[in-house]
């Protein structure tokens, strides 16, 4: 296989049209699932062009119309910590993390066409670029809970910052958003028909990126897009659960089943992980919040049992510990918090 010359992978193409760099993710098999080789191949990339009066803006894209990227390789991550431990495990997330916020600080703007499906790692590689679009095909959501893992990637403050408690409840339920609903949480800047992207695209290589844009009449969410179920951003874990459980509403008692079926004490780590982001000054130190939560949650069994459950044996019946709310070892939870 044909690596790339400027990312040294192959699941990392480059091209040039006009003043355009675009970086093309190319792992379709695997939906793009990031790993320390495609974020490496994505930092090497950054630095070639990052002086480089020729390129004047970047975009980051998917070969693939199914998904711009549905998220981080957690099977690399599970073998990882089996085989070397959780600080390890940890380590190889966190160089992938550190791409993330390269990409949202780089010198030069950077767009992003989240179309298809982009979940926890794409939200990270897409989500914190100058430029975010979405299409009619995009699929966003944050669900680490699912696996013994907390929103991370950035997600978390994404979510923080969505409207009212709309973003929490996402972090807890791991809720999937359409393009237009992740325009209206302020997880994407523009939505476009995805059969214009190659348009789009050709335009941005010609003219000024802000130009571009300036052309995208703005979208405004219709109401039921912007009135995605809210929980009160005040309120404790416990009483958003009694609030749900004696709901009569239908969308209370998916979610409810939502929250039941994921893992216990990544739950409650992620509502620590949302609230703490709504206090936290940059996107940088959002991610050092996220980090202290997943460094806590891989030196636990639950993440491994929920890759075996979800991704590996797909049965869909993780054994989580402990298996309720009630149970929590919240303390040690907030010991990591501050360690």
């Not at 998917?62 to 099977?75: E, I, N, Q, V």
């Not at 979510?159 to 949480?185: F, I, K, Q």
């Not at 990544?266 to 709504?278: D, H, K, V």
């Amino acid at each position: 296989m044909i690596e790339d010359a400027l990312s040294r992978t192959a699941c990392v193409r480059t091209a040039r049209r006009g003043h355009l760099g675009c970086i093309t993710l190319d792992k379709p098999r695997r939906l793009n699932a990031v790993d320390l080789e495609m974020a490496s191949g994505i930092e090497r990339v950054l630095a070639a062009w990052r002086d480089d009066p020729c390129v004047q803006a970047v975009l980051i894209e998917s070969s693939a119309p199914r998904a711009f990227c549905a998220g981080g390789d957690l099977k690399a991550i599970r073998d990882a910590l089996l085989a070397q431990g959780p600080d390890v495990a940890f380590d190889l997330m966190n160089r992938v993390y550190q791409t993330m916020l390269h990409i949202a600080q780089y010198t030069k703007p950077v767009v992003s066409f989240m179309d298809g499906i982009a979940m926890g790692g794409g939200v990270g590689l897409g989500g914190h670029a100058r430029y975010r679009v979405v299409t009619e095909r995009s699929i966003v959501a944050m669900p680490e809970t699912s696996v013994g893992l907390v929103p991370d990637a950035g997600g978390s403050w994404l979510l923080s910052r969505a409207p009212g408690g709309a973003g929490l409840r996402l972090a807890l339920t791991g809720g999937r958003m359409s393009g237009v609903e992740a325009l209206a949480m302020g997880f994407a800047d523009y939505m476009v028909p995805s059969d214009s992207l190659e348009n789009l695209r050709g335009l941005l290589a010609l003219r000024p990126v802000e130009d571009v844009f300036a052309l995208i009449a703005p979208m405004s969410p219709p109401a039921q897009a912007c009135a995605l179920e809210e929980y009160d951003p005040a309120a404790s874990l416990e009483q958003i659960v009694r609030g749900l459980e004696s709901s009569g509403q239908g969308t209370a008692q998916a979610d409810l089943q939502d929250i039941s079926r994921a893992c216990p004490t990544a739950i409650f780590a992620a509502w620590y992980g949302w609230r703490l982001a709504r206090g936290a000054s940059s996107l940088q130190e959002a991610f050092a919040i996220e980090g202290r939560l997943v460094r806590y949650m891989l030196g636990r069994a639950d993440f491994v049992e929920g890759v075996r459950a979800r991704l590996i044996d797909r049965d869909n019946a993780p054994l989580w510990q402990p298996s309720t709310l009630a149970a929590v070892d919240v303390a040690a939870l907030e010991a990591a918090l501050v360690a």
